[in-house]
């Protein structure tokens, strides 16, 4: 399966920014409370310049109108990223749990939509920033979803939806996901190298960031020996959150001219 070369948004950081922060795959939902209130802290603490956050920051988004439902949940999440948006610039990239996220959630957090990839212009360097499932194409199942649910005329009939069948249907895609974890036949695809590589030269960048596999790790594509120019080329995989689990996981990718940084988030 071959992949398309997409077209590259380009954000060149202001020259007063010193540290930038990415984050992916937080998986925000009611039910697990520890890894919101991390969210929360960390959204009170951070001391970055502007804050990135790479796609799955929800568990499932329905669609901006359930930000309007008095007492809901996204309203409670959305109240707490405006604040922080206040503070620093923050930026935000569609993953696969909420490609839904759309213009009123922009216009009500402050937050600024990302296309995906896009190249940021920092110390330096370009770095190339992608939630990472559009890469995974030995994810075939997937990549067929994908092509449908991004296709505008799908994601207006499905809005067009009244607001708790949408929820109905959020619930019921979490326990398929839920279940497929447990499934012995469960099949998670990787990042595709050659298609990153391919990414990567197109975007004129060395580094690529992404979340999705939840396979937090740094990968050399290309270790830059016999090259013109010498350049190492990298992956590096973001963490997913989860501060339930019987491991707690979360970090963050903390970015500056020293270079990357990862960060744990510790438990309350």
């Not at 596999?213 to 350049?231: F, I, Q, R």
Request: net charge negative; charged share 25%; proline share 4%.
């Amino acid at each position: 399966m071959s992949l398309p070369l997409p077209a590259f948004q380009e954000l060149i950081a202001p020259a007063e920014w010193l540290v930038v922060e990415f984050i992916s795959d937080l998986h925000l939902q009611r039910e697990e409370p520890e890894t919101v209130a991390a969210f929360q802290r960390y959204l009170q603490e951070s001391k970055a310049d502007a804050i990135f956050m790479l796609g799955d920051l929800f568990e499932v988004w329905v669609g901006d109108d359930s930000m309007d439902e008095a007492g809901s949940f996204e309203a409670e999440c959305c109240a707490s990223i405006a604040q922080a948006a206040k503070a620093r610039p923050m930026f935000f990239m569609h993953g696969n749990r909420d490609f839904l996220v759309g213009a009123h959630f922009a216009e009500r957090t402050g937050v600024r939509l990302l296309s995906d990839p896009t190249a940021l212009v920092f110390a330096g360097e370009r770095w190339l920033l992608s939630h990472g499932d559009a890469l995974c194409l030995d994810d075939v199942e997937y990549q067929k979803f994908r092509a449908v649910a991004r296709n505008p005329a799908w994601e207006a009939q499905l809005l067009s939806l009244p607001l708790a069948q949408r929820r109905a249907q959020g619930r019921s895609a979490r326990a398929q996901s839920e279940a497929r974890k447990h499934s012995p036949e469960a099949f998670y695809g990787d990042v595709d190298t050659a298609s990153a590589l391919q990414w990567l030269a197109a975007a004129g960048s060395s580094t690529l960031i992404h979340g999705h596999t939840h396979k937090p790790a740094e990968h050399v594509l290309s270790s830059g020996d016999g090259d013109a120019d010498g350049v190492q080329v990298r992956r590096i995989v973001l963490s997913d959150w989860d501060l339930a689990a019987d491991k707690p996981r979360a970090e963050v990718m903390r970015l500056s001219a020293k270079g990357l940084e990862r960060v744990r988030i510790v438990p309350m």
